[in-house]
């Protein structure tokens, strides 16, 4: 393991340390309790009821470890490779990262900015007050770039936020679930994780973002040694 991939590492769990969590599973029940309210209840029916068909014939943790497992391996393909390069790039040319998502993503939007902010400090959190979000966007330069979570379903605050830095001419990086998103049309790169009808999950998205931040950082050391 390189040198910077522990360092990584380290800043992962510092990070989570400093949100209060001992450990990743603490975060993640916590995320997952936050998402709750947002569910519709059939989702949440179909699961139990998915995991009560195999009946004791397999352990629900060794269930919802497959599913996991089994959506990291869908997300993965060349089109999200290809896009992930070109986010990389928008990122790096960026003034500014404005962070967007609302509920159940407003927490993975946090979580991007707490890893990212732990070496890069221009970001700009927009998912805490969604009332006076229009007047931030308002504000941005033309050169900042805008990362949305937007996932089904897609609420209209965040269309119309996402028509907003359209309009102005700023760059936007789209993480979602499905083609069909509408934001899709307004976005200069998108990234899709596979989701599941029968288990609520954010290990894709988790697993996203701790790619990009990761390059984003080793991108940032190579620049430091450069200077």
Not at 114 to 121: I, P, R, V
Request: charged letters at 25%.
């Amino acid at each position: 393991m390189s040198l910077f991939v522990g360092i990584c590492i380290f800043l992962v769990m510092r990070t989570i340390n400093a949100l209060g969590y001992e450990n990743f599973n603490d975060l993640r029940k916590d995320l997952y309790d936050e998402s709750l309210p947002s569910l519709s209840v059939w989702t949440l029916k179909n699961s139990i009821e998915e995991i009560q068909k195999e009946g004791g014939n397999a352990p629900t943790l060794v269930q919802v470890w497959k599913e996991s497992v089994d959506l990291l391996n869908k997300t993965l393909d060349p089109d999200l490779m290809e896009n992930f390069e070109i986010v990389i790039g928008l990122i790096e040319k960026a003034s500014f990262i404005n962070i967007l998502g609302t509920r159940p993503y407003k927490a993975t939007a946090l979580y991007f900015e707490q890893l990212l902010g732990e070496f890069y400090s221009r970001i700009r959190q927009l998912s805490h007050d969604t009332e006076i979000i229009y007047d931030k966007i308002l504000q941005f330069e033309k050169d900042e770039v805008l990362v949305v979570f937007a996932f089904e379903p897609y609420s209209n605050r965040i269309i119309e936020a996402v028509e907003l830095v359209h309009e102005l001419g700023n760059k936007i990086i789209l993480i979602t679930d499905y083609i069909s998103c509408p934001i899709l049309s307004y976005a200069s790169a998108m990234l899709k994780v596979e989701v599941s009808k029968e288990q609520f999950s954010v290990v894709p998205t988790i697993a996203l973002i701790e790619a990009l931040v990761i390059e984003i950082g080793n991108g940032h050391q190579k620049n430091q040694l450069k200077s």
